[in-house]
């Protein structure tokens, strides 16, 4: 079925509600977690709801927060998120960047303290729409993968998005896991019954698990093998260690009932870059463009309809949703409607 955003948002408000997070707040998470949805990242949008419903219900998220910069200098910040919900603390985050590289031409900021904030690519989109480039990183909320040649669990997905703005048109976006999959497309998965593909996770012993019921004694395998566990170690330590977040042994694993209760002291950073303090930032944004338009060019190897830029499927996926309402599939809507007769709001239909 599909919906329409705003009728998402305010479900996920509602949900959020009855747990005492503040009516603002709990719009702002409607809004941000729907972002997600709508630009096609629907493993990290509504469908990540009753993975913080366990933990809000355990107590393991803080539901009246006070965010704040507890350091900084005119183009540095630490945010310490006062484990309130991820998307809370990163939005903040970004829209500190945002106005200190407005200012310094350039912004790093940390984060501590905080939790899952949904699709990485929802918060560079932000400030690619005020013109700027954008970095972004995050270590995981939970351990899914293994130092390179291991098995024990010690890194998360850790994922790393940026954009980047043309001079019209949709941003260059880029958001990926350092693993093959997101953790969040193995529970979909797992959700719906389907199998895995053979290369997205290991078992204790290296061979495959393709069975999503399986999942629990899975390790996710890295891109490119020992460069994806270099580039997680690399993120995880930017988002986590520099800012003062957990990393490694100290990260509880997902599902855990001592994850669901425990403050996971989630770490993120953001990078925002004023690209008009390079050069004239409308020829950049054009030489951007060009550069797009001639990947877009390439000639298409066979069996392949046409090639793409990162973004290009995001902005498909947000006018489609935009015309057409927002896709939430047939399990995923039974799980929320049966997370409200549980709550005792009006359910989705």
Known sequence: MRFPAAELEDFIA???VTF????????????LMVASDTAGFDTHGIFRLSQYVKRLRAGGINVTPTITTVTESPATAVV???NAMGHLVVEYATKLAIGKASEAGCAWVGVRRSNHAGAAAVYVAMAAETGMIALYGTNGSANHMA???????LLGTNPIAAAIPPADGPPIV???ATTVSSFGKVRTAAQRGDDLPPDWMIGRDGKPITDSSRIKDGV?????G??????????GILAATLSGAQMGVDVEGMGDDEYQRTAVNNGHFIIVVDPARFGDAAAFGA?????AETMRDATPMPGVDSVRVPGDGRAASIADATENGVPVHAALLDNLNNLADDLGITPLT
């Open 287 to 291: 030489r951007v463009a060009e550069v």
């Open 14 to 16: 509602r949900v959020l």
């Open 226 to 235: 020992h460069k994806g566990y270099a580039l997680s170690l690399i993120v």
């Open 220 to 224: 996710l395998n890295p891109i490119g």
């Open 20 to 31: 005492g997070l503040p009516q603002s707040d709990a719009a702002n998470c409607g809004r």
């Open 80 to 82: 310490d998120g006062d």
């Open 174 to 176: 880029m958001d990926i």
């Open 147 to 153: 130092p390179w040649g291991s098995t024990d669990l």
